[in-house]
């Protein structure tokens, strides 16, 4: 069975680290590509060949999203992913040190899937990760890709 791909946006190192440290535990079989700006993360989304408007990279199974990025903040990436056909039904669970309630409130707003605080301890941030990945990449049923 041919790995997930979770899309990880993300610019903290040492959460990425925790993050792939996190997946291997977990044995849950996943590619993580790594966005390390919310630029980062469009430009994976929607690179598209102009002559057939088809994605040059295959979409995420999940996107684990950031809310403090530079270039793109979390919650306009959220918004064009939600705003764009191709990927309106993308999987997005927020992964972030914020607990503000406005933060909370306009994810999911946006359409955020799920709004999850990181863990600072890595067993806990382990455990997590792990619940995430089963619910998500296992569990969950995805809406079938769009037809254009």
């Known amino acids: 069975m041919k790995p997930k791909i979770i899309l990880l946006v993300e610019d903290n190192p040492?959460?990425?680290?925790?993050?792939?440290?996190?997946?291997?535990?977990s044995h849950i079989a996943t590619k993580l590509i790594v966005a390390?700006?919310?630029?980062?993360?469009?430009?994976?989304?929607?690179?598209?060949d102009p002559l057939t408007s088809a994605n040059k990279n295959e979409l995420p199974a999940l996107v684990l999203l950031d809310l403090k990025l530079p270039k793109v903040d979390g919650l306009q990436v959220l918004h064009r992913i939600?705003?764009?056909?191709?990927t309106s039904h993308l999987p997005v669970v927020i992964l972030t040190t914020?607990?503000?309630?406005?933060?909370?409130?306009?994810?999911?707003?946006?359409?955020?899937?799920?709004?999850?605080?990181?863990?600072?301890?890595?067993?806990?941030?382990?455990?997590?990760t792990q619940y995430l990945?089963?619910?998500?990449?296992?569990?969950?049923?995805?809406?079938p890709p769009k037809k254009r």
Request: glycine share 4%; no cysteine; charged share 35%.
């Open 14 to 25: 040492s959460d990425v680290e925790l993050m792939r440290r996190a997946l291997q535990k």
């Open 82 to 86: 939600r705003t764009d056909e191709r």
């Open 133 to 143: 990945g089963l619910y998500w990449l296992v569990m969950n049923e995805s809406a």
């Open 36 to 48: 390390e700006d919310g630029q980062e993360a469009l430009d994976y989304l929607f690179d598209s």
């Open 98 to 128: 914020s607990s503000e309630e406005q933060d909370i409130t306009q994810s999911y707003d946006l359409g955020a899937n799920s709004y999850i605080r990181k863990p600072v301890d890595f067993k806990q941030f382990v455990d997590a």
